[in-house]
């Protein structure tokens, strides 16, 4: 669409199926917090007005994927879904052997107990935490090299996701044969949705072979991450998005994908792989705790919604709408003085809640301040990632604003920002929060905590 130079970027779909949203009044959200112990994963979907938990299975699917689901094919095995599942993700990624699985961390629960084990370790530019879970819980170490540009949210860097390549020679060079395999997560979720450049994965390639290590792909956001490296990497912008990611399967082994997101699937997984004996283990693996081959823990119907919308997502007008009406919102925030992780991520932006309420201490969660905040203000569900996630282990107090994939608009989105200004003009009066009950493990999840 090259003829098109405007400069608002309008949504490219238009809207055939509707949900209403809930609106709340103030008294009964503080009511819900109370009964919620002030954690947002307590608080019944119902009562959310705009809700940026996760971008995860929280897509809209579109008129072809619903159309495809009604092909579903819920043969046991053999299904003939399972077959265009099996081809598009062949013609995607080149890897020879498909496995379908029910959701991201499925295959990685498959995968790493059979690379993994006591006395491995799993580098990458910075793991999922399922991911980590998933590698740790094998026996092996899960290593996080990011590059020294991520630590700084203030930094523009445009490669913030990649790998730090000299310190991830230094570890294979002491500990190489303790290392079963390198994966690079597209984009980096952790740091901030930031893109990993194709230069840096050549580079990480080129680096394995010379040690015959294995390189594997996290591909939950593949889409977003190769355009980002058409509008930024240099000799990139002529390329289509299809040929970019074409290139970034080719210089690996094989990749994890949870279709949850970059699918716009609402669950779904594979695993896909060249290594005919790694295929082997896998599905015994797979037909213990998933499903058969062909099916993997999905209904004929899921592999048909996923197959159709890895095509989408390649559509070279979404992803220009997808990662400009994240920045849009980015840069709406920073207009209120609300500092965020920049530049703006893939999937969602990440608010630097230490940078904002420097007056409520580490450990009295600003970012858990500022998600309470946004939903008492007005119905916003937020996420956060700090403290009270990390337990102690937080280097940054952020609170991630996820979008779902072709959900909101631009006056939702106009909305969100100025509540933010609202809250901005009196940040001053947020109060931090302490924690009353908490579980050993994964304690943001059913944490109850009262205020200050
Ligand atoms: C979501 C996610 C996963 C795990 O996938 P699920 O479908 O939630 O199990 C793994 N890696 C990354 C980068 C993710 O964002």
Redesign the pocket.
């Known amino acids: 669409m090259n003829e098109w130079n405007y400069k608002t970027i309008i949504e490219p779909f238009k809207i055939k199926m509707v949900e209403p949203i809930a609106f709340t009044t103030e008294a009964e959200r503080e009511k819900l917090l109370e009964k919620a112990g002030y954690n947002l994963f307590n608080i019944p979907a119902d009562k959310v007005t705009i809700d940026l938990l996760t971008d ?2 929280t897509s809209a699917m579109s008129a072809l994927q619903w159309s495809a689901m009604m092909r579903g094919d819920e043969s046991y095995a053999g299904a003939k879904s399972f077959f265009v599942f099996e081809k598009t993700i062949r013609d995607l990624t080149g890897y020879k052997y498909i496995i379908p699985v029910h ?4 295959a ?1 629960k498959i995968f790493f107990p059979i690379v993994g084990g006591k006395g491995k370790i799993v580098p990458g530019n910075t793991h ?1 935490d ?2 980590r879970a998933n590698i740790e819980a094998s026996g092996a170490a899960a290593l996080d090299l990011p590059c020294r540009q991520a630590a700084d949210t203030q930094s523009d860097y445009p490669f913030k996701g990649n790998i730090d390549l000299a310190a991830l020679e230094k570890v294979i060079k002491k500990k190489q044969r303790s290392i079963p395999l390198v994966l690079m ?1 597209l984009t980096n ?2 740091l901030g949705g930031q893109p990993v450049s194709l230069q840096n994965l050549r580079e990480t390639r080129r680096l394995l072979l010379k040690y015959r290590i294995p390189l594997f792909i ?1 591909a ?2 593949f889409a977003e991450n190769a355009y980002f490296i058409k509008l930024r990497e240099d000799g990139m912008a002529e390329k289509s998005v299809s040929q970019i990611a074409g290139e970034i399967f080719s210089l690996a082994d094989g990749a ?1 994908m ?4 970059d699918a716009f699937a609402n669950i779904g ?1 594979f695993l896909a792989l060249n290594n005919e004996e790694l295929t082997q283990k896998a599905r015994k693996a797979l037909i213990l705790t998933e499903g058969f081959v062909t099916y993997g823990g999905l209904a004929g119907r899921d592999l048909e919604a996923i197959a159709q919308g890895l095509l989408e997502v390649l559509e070279e007008d979404y992803l220009k709408y997808r990662l400009r009406s994240t920045a849009y919102l980015g840069e709406g925030l920073q207009k209120y003085g609300v500092p965020i992780v920049r530049p703006a991520g893939g999937h969602a932006i990440y608010v630097d809640a230490k940078r904002f309420l420097p007056h409520i201490p580490v450990s009295q969660f600003p970012g858990h301040a500022l998600a309470v905040a946004l939903y008492r203000q007005a119905g916003i569900r937020s996420c956060e990632l700090g403290s009270l996630m990390f337990n102690g282990k937080a280097k940054m107090e952020l609170v991630r604003l996820a979008i779902p994939r072709r959900v909101y608009t631009q006056s939702h989105v106009d909305w969100i920002i100025e509540v933010f200004g609202k809250i901005a003009a009196r940040k001053k009066a947020l109060k931090g929060f302490r924690i009353v009950w908490a579980p050993k493990e994964l304690r943001h999840f059913t944490a109850r905590l009262a205020p200050f």
């Open positions: 995860s299975g959701q991201g961390r499925a990685e999922f399922t991911t997560t979720n952790a996290d939950a956001r994890l949870s279709a949850k997101k997984g």
